[in-house]
């Protein structure tokens, strides 16, 4: 059982940047296929980013391609999410998640555990 606790938001102007950090405990981390999440109010959860065990594979959501990047350090049993040019409409709750499963995958049903988000506010 992983638990995942996620830090860094806060509130921002437009195209500054922001690093988010995802710390895990209680389980192997190294193992599981991370991702990012974010959820807007009165919208759907929808896809971030995600990267594999290892680190090496890595995928995007169109919206955040080029300004986003997402990485892990396993020793440390921790993720991150570099947001850089950040605008207002990536303002949202923000997820890490965690997926025994394959990498490859980005829906949030794929990810079996879950912090309990941090707040990223853009304003313009």
């Known amino acids: 059982q992983v638990q995942l606790v996620e830090s860094g938001g806060g509130l921002v102007q437009a195209g500054d940047p922001l690093r988010l950090s995802c710390a895990a405990s209680g389980g192997t981390f190294s193992t599981y296929t991370m991702g990012w999440f974010r959820q807007a109010p009165g919208k759907e959860r929808e896809f971030v980013a995600t990267m594999n065990w290892s680190g090496v594979l890595t995928r995007y959501a169109d919206s955040v391609k080029g300004r986003f990047t997402i990485s892990r350090d396993n020793a440390k049993n921790a993720g991150y999410l570099q947001m850089n040019s950040l605008k207002p409409e990536d303002t949202a709750v923000y997820y890490c998640?965690?997926?025994?499963?394959?990498?490859?995958?980005?829906?949030?049903?794929?990810?079996?555990?879950w912090g309990q988000g941090t707040q990223v506010t853009v304003s313009s």
């Open positions: 998640a965690a997926s025994r499963g394959g990498y490859g995958y980005i829906k949030p049903y794929n990810f079996d555990y």
